[in-house]
């Protein structure tokens, strides 16, 4: 049995520590913040994730994707808003089974929590690593009343975004590189609560987006149908931008213009957004995530992401089931578990991180761009037409389990596909569907084989 500590009990390192429990080793997880069952969260922080294949397929592991499914809303398609009021339905998938799931981070999070105790883990909370000796494996953290040690064989480093564990290899590792970019959007939490009548305020089954170039308004589903929404914009700038909406005034000029056909159902709109806070949002790229074969980093504090793909949980839930399955393979090796980790996942989420960031591009700058909804268009189309051949990047991500790498690469083929097949054509409906045959036959098929590549959706 391993002496395991595990800081950071936000998404990841609950999850990794029920694994790490299922697998028999004796787990400690340390919190920084309080339990948040017991206390009241600070308003503006209880955002709800767009739950997927990957998270769903860890958390089915360890047989727990049936209950977090159970506490998440299914979101079948996206639902834009146009600013004149006009809604345009996208479904996701083929049909209405494949389809995302709105979890709010806070019932996550608390559910996780009670299942990895359930099982064994040790939790302590309002404690914050505060210095890691990476020689002697022991940690010093700060506990409600004094400084603790904690002796440990191995250390997980899932403290998110700004994680303290990667500070401290930072600091013991010559040859550590980091990047962490951050992007000009920042992003603010709104709510939308029921009708008087308490019915939900919008279609339920639905991604609403509110898509206006640099700036763009995003409502998720709660369970009792209420919404939770996200204003992504600019920190800076002379208008729409955080740094511009700077009175009441102008928030409700800004809403009143840009989002008219909602604004009046968000009674608590002028409020929430004096009190809650803007976030950021960057990229973390690191290496090496392990050190000594003690130390590992996952979720965000190895690999944060940018938000416009959903994946940044997603991807931190499918680095817990690929480290439980080579823990498996290498027979508690703890040296090989996480070498193999490490060069399998890393690139991994370099690649989701790229897309993300792509996506980020494309939703500022091709919102209404005739020749990207003709490319769309076909797209779906040819997903129609051969669905066990073409998957699109976002549904391969999305509905699959195929490394994020492939899908990267998988993206790229069809992107070329698109182009020759939208050059000089005057509406998707006139797709010349042989020649889009020969092309994935000539293209895609063979990235498949020689990849081990299936399209077909994740199911359990
Ligand atoms: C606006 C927004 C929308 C998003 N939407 C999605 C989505 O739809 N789908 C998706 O998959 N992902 C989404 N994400 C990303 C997702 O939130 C993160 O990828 C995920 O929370 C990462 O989990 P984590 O456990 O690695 O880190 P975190 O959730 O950040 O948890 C880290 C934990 O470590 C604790 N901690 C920090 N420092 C210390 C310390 N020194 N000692 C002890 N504990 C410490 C923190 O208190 C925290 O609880 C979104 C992110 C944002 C910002």
Not at 65 to 86: F, N, P, W, Y
Not at 123 to 140: G, H, M, R, W
Not at 240 to 245: G, M, P, Q, Y
Not at 350 to 357: C, D, F, V, Y
Request: proline share 4%; net charge negative.
């Amino acid at each position: 049995m391993t002496k395991v500590v595990v800081a950071g009990g936000g998404l990841v390192g609950p999850l990794l520590s029920i694994m790490l429990r299922k697998h028999g080793h004796e787990v400690t997880l340390l919190e920084k913040r309080s339990d948040p069952r017991k206390e009241v969260l600070d308003g503006g922080r209880s955002i709800n994730l767009v739950l997927t294949s990957r998270g769903i397929n860890a958390l089915y592991s360890v047989g727990l994707a049936r209950q977090a499914l159970d506490i998440s809303v299914a979101v079948t398609g996206r639902m834009m808003h146009a600013k004149d009021g006009e809604l345009t339905y996208q479904p996701y998938g083929r049909d209405p089974s494949e389809c995302n799931y709105s979890i709010s981070r806070l019932d996550l999070n608390k559910f996780l929590l009670t299942e990895a105790e359930k099982l064994g883990v040790k939790t302590v909370f309002s404690a914050e690593v505060e210095s890691i000796d990476l020689e002697q494996k022991n940690l010093t953290f700060k506990g409600s009343t004094s400084k603790m040690n904690l002796q440990y064989d191995i250390l997980f480093g899932s403290d998110g975004a700004g994680s303290k564990v990667r500070e401290f290899i930072q600091k013991n590792c010559s040859d550590f590189k980091i990047s962490n970019e951050f992007i000009p959007s920042g992003y603010k939490e709104l709510t939308m609560p029921l009708r008087a009548d308490k019915s939900p305020p919008l279609r339920k089954d639905a991604l609403h987006i509110w898509p206006r170039g640099s700036h763009m308004l995003m409502a998720l589903a709660n369970l009792d149908g209420s919404f939770t929404m996200t204003l992504y914009m600019p920190h800076k700038g002379p208008e729409k931008s955080f740094e511009a909406l700077n009175s009441t005034q102008k928030v409700q000029d800004y809403f009143s213009r840009e989002f008219s056909d909602v604004i009046d159902l968000m009674p608590g709109l002028l409020d929430e957004y004096e009190q809650n806070p803007v976030g950021s949002l960057g990229t973390v790229r690191c290496s090496p995530w392990v050190f000594g074969s003690s130390v590992c980093l996952l979720g965000d504090a190895a690999h944060a992401i940018v938000p416009f793909f959903g994946q940044g949980m997603n991807c931190g839930f499918e680095d817990c089931a690929y480290l439980s399955l080579f823990l498996e393979k290498y027979n508690m090796d703890w040296h090989q578990v996480l070498a193999e980790f490490e060069n399998f996942q890393r690139p991994n989420a370099n690649a989701i991180a790229t897309m993300a960031l792509e996506n980020f591009i494309e939703m500022q700058r091709k919102v209404g761009d005739e020749n990207f909804l003709k490319r769309k268009g076909v797209e779906a189309i040819l997903e129609k037409e051969f669905p066990t051949l073409y998957r699109s990047r976002y549904g391969l991500v999305t509905y699959t389990l195929v490394p994020y790498v492939a899908c990267q690469a998988i993206g790229l083929i069809q992107e070329k596909i698109l182009e020759e097949l939208c050059a000089e054509l005057d509406r998707p409906e006139n797709v010349d569907l042989k020649k889009a045959e020969a092309l994935i036959q000539e293209r895609l098929v063979p990235f498949y084989k020689n990849h081990g590549v299936s399209v077909e959706r994740f199911q359990f």
